[in-house]
């Protein structure tokens, strides 16, 4: 009884680590990186934040179903049979969450740390902002000055039709800084989903060797050499 007990949670850990390790994989070569092509910068930011909540909530029950599936199939095998390949396994599944939480991404070697590119970005986007404001100031002012000079309306309308156009521009800059800021969360994402598939991965692989040569033995067991005496 107990021995169907450790294969049903190495049956679970291993597709649970399979399916954690797929998922892991399309999000960071192929679902997030299309985000970038969308032409708005606000789509993306609500398509980046709807599929990046789904997908931690499906990535935290696989890791978690898996990683406890192998901890318990080791604690329940015989001590004769305990092997040490559902020890590690389980290890390298709780090791791929903890490399992907804010505490350990940033010091990963893929680059500069997102909190970096977050502060540049923070800085250009109050460097645009007193752009605008004194667009505004300036604009207000000589607004005031063709008030008193008595100018036409055809020169207000002018000036009007000037100040909208410097408008449209500070928005579209500000469009280009908020895609910045999309990019800059896009490509933490990615960088974290990486390095849980690979060391999801790893224990993929060892799961499966592990699996394969407890079979092994059952398998060359069943073999039995009949002698004939004369």
């Known amino acids: 009884m107990a021995a169907r007990?450790?294969?049903?949670?190495?049956?679970?850990?291993?597709?649970?680590?399979?399916?954690?390790?797929?998922?892991?994989?399309?999000?960071?070569?192929?679902?997030?990186p299309t985000l970038l092509t969308l032409p708005s910068a606000d789509?993306?930011?609500?398509?980046?934040?709807?599929?990046?909540?789904?997908?931690?909530?499906?990535?935290?029950i696989l890791g978690s179903v898996s990683g406890s599936a192998f901890a318990l199939a080791f604690l329940l095998s015989p001590r004769a049979c305990r092997h040490p390949y559902l020890l590690y396994?389980?290890?390298?599944?709780?090791?791929?969450?903890?490399?992907?939480?804010?505490?350990?991404?940033?010091?990963?070697?893929?680059?500069?740390?997102?909190?970096s590119s977050s502060a540049s970005v923070g800085a250009a986007a109050a460097a645009r902002k007193q752009k605008k404001e004194r667009a505004a100031a300036r604009a207000r002012s000589m607004e005031a000055s063709y008030e008193v000079l008595g100018a036409?309306?055809?020169?207000?309308?002018?000036?009007?039709?000037?100040?909208?156009?410097?408008?449209?521009?500070?928005?579209?800059?500000?469009?280009?800084?908020?895609?910045?800021?999309?990019?800059?969360?896009?490509?933490?994402?990615?960088?974290?989903?990486?390095?849980?598939?690979?060391?999801?991965?790893?224990?993929?692989?060892?799961a499966v060797v592990g699996i394969w040569g407890d079979g092994v033995p059952q398998v060359y067991g069943t073999s039995q050499t009949v002698l004939v005496s004369a």
């Open 89 to 115: 396994t389980s290890l390298l599944v709780f090791g791929s969450r903890v490399a992907t939480s804010d505490l350990v991404a940033p010091y990963l070697s893929l680059g500069p740390a997102p909190s």
């Open 43 to 60: 789509t993306a930011a609500r398509a980046f934040d709807t599929l990046t909540s789904t997908a931690r909530k499906h990535l935290s």
């Open 152 to 206: 036409s309306s055809s020169d207000a309308h002018s000036e009007g039709t000037g100040s909208v156009a410097s408008g449209e521009e500070l928005e579209a800059d500000e469009e280009n800084m908020n895609g910045e800021e999309v990019r800059v969360k896009v490509e933490a994402f990615i960088k974290k989903q990486v390095v849980q598939s690979a060391v999801a991965g790893l224990g993929f692989m060892l």
């Open 5 to 32: 007990g450790v294969t049903f949670f190495k049956f679970v850990g291993t597709v649970s680590l399979g399916l954690l390790t797929g998922l892991s994989y399309t999000l960071s070569n192929l679902t997030i």
